[in-house]
T-cell receptor, first 120, second 115 residues
Framework: GAVVSQHPSWVICKSGTSVKIECRSL??????MFWYRQFPKQSLMLMATSNEGSKATYEQGVEKDKFLINHASLTLSTLTVTSAHPEDSSFYICSARLTGQGARWNTEAFFGQGTRLTVV | AQKVTQAQTEISVVEKEDVTLDCVYETRDTTYYLFWYKQPPSGELVFLIRRNSFDEQNEISGRYSWNFQKSTSSFNFTITASQVVDSAVYFC????????????FGAGTRLFVKA
């Protein structure tokens, strides 16, 4: 299957600083990537849909100025948590869907391994 | 609205027992896809199966089997002869056109398999 790589796998940062998380599709192009957040013992909640070359679409309740998403190429999307606070500590997961020839909306989305963010 | 309900929060079984994880979904779309994912302690999501709304055939893959029933909007997952390595959180998910092709996850079921 296709591979999605997230970096870093874990990060600890001080309150008030910003953290950037990268999501890369290693062997396929992805026009659309998705960012999820998962609090301990909870489900994955979609934060935003990242579209290559255009603005991300944020879910209701997600602060777009706090969670900056950039999808500058067909293989890379980044999520920057700005002015992080302890309540932002969570597990962040991205997924990417195959695009291009043969891809359809129902194509399987491949998930990165996740980034565990701890804000102290 | 799209919704996925996994009523079982946690299940604990002894190795070699069979276990069924329930999933009930809601959508008004006639075309949709259902998924099951496994999330081991490491955190990464492992894709298990995708089923489209027009294919109600049950599927078996080794010790795993899935029962899709449109009449009850259910997509249940059974592990036969469970093993300790099956211990994980299992998520059922739905993707439909009306939802903008977003994947909606259930709350997850945490499965503990004891030796």
């Amino acid at each position: 299957g296709a591979v999605v790589s997230q970096h870093p796998s874990w990060v600890i940062c001080k309150s008030g600083t910003s953290v950037k998380i990268e999501c890369r599709s290693l062997d396929f192009q992805a026009t659309t990537m998705f960012w999820y957040r998962q609090f301990p013992k909870q489900s994955l909640m979609l934060m935003a849909t990242s579209n290559e070359g255009s603005k991300a679409t944020y879910e209701q309740g997600v602060e777009k100025d706090k969670f900056l998403i950039n999808h500058a190429s067909l293989t890379l999307s980044t999520l920057t948590v700005t002015s992080a606070h302890p309540e932002d500590s969570s597990f962040y997961i991205c997924s990417a869907r195959l695009t291009g020839q043969g891809a359809r909306w129902n194509t399987e989305a491949f998930f990165g391994q996740g980034t565990r963010l701890t804000v102290v | 609205a799209q919704k996925v309900t996994q009523a079982q929060t946690e299940i604990s079984v002894v190795e070699k027992e069979d276990v069924t994880l329930d999933c009930v979904y809601e959508t008004r779309d006639t075309t949709y896809y259902l998924f099951w994912y496994k999330q081991p302690p490491s955190g990464e999501l492992v894709f298990l199966i995708r089923r489209n709304s027009f294919d109600e055939q049950n599927e078996i893959s080794g010790r795993y089997s899935w029962n899709f029933q449109k009449s009850t909007s259910s997509f249940n997952f059974t592990i036969t002869a469970s093993q300790v390595v099956d211990s994980a959180v299992y998520f059922c998910a739905l993707r439909a056109m009306t939802g903008g092709f977003k994947t909606i996850f259930g709350a997850g079921t945490r499965l503990f398999v004891k030796a």
